[in-house]
């Protein structure tokens, strides 16, 4: 499975961005979908997540309310509002081998090779 997240760029503090993920081979109608963002010099943090059917959401809290996570059979995207100087970092989405995955990093075996975002303040 290859992933590629899109649509990430410069922006300036409190304007918004879309991120788009899509998947080659395979579609995202039967497995959970995630983003997370790895910010310079630090680790991989999770940011949203999406159950199969997109019937459940997870969010980090610092993102809570300001991001949402949706998707279709064939792209999933991170609708990325009101964003902050620390919302800096590549983005990247993955992909679970289930249909409901949460938050947890090691339960998403497929990824992409992200996108940069940085946000000016």
């Known amino acids: 499975v290859q992933l590629q997240a899109f649509g990430g760029g410069l922006v300036q503090a409190g304007n918004s961005l879309r991120l788009s993920c899509a998947a080659s081979?395979?579609?995202?109608?039967?497995?959970?979908v995630a983003w997370f963002r790895q910010a310079p010099g630090k680790g991989r943090d999770f940011v949203a997540s999406i159950s199969w059917n997109g019937g459940r959401t997870y969010y980090a809290d610092n993102v809570q309310g300001r991001f949402t996570i949706s998707k279709d059979n064939a792209k999933v995207y991170l609708q990325m509002n009101s964003l902050k100087a620390e919302d800096t970092a590549v983005y990247y989405c993955a992909q679970s081998r289930f249909a409901n995955s949460g938050r947890e990093l090691s339960n998403y075996p497929y990824w992409g090779q992200g996108t940069n975002v940085t946000v000016s303040s």
């Open positions: 081979r395979r579609t995202f109608s039967n497995n959970a």
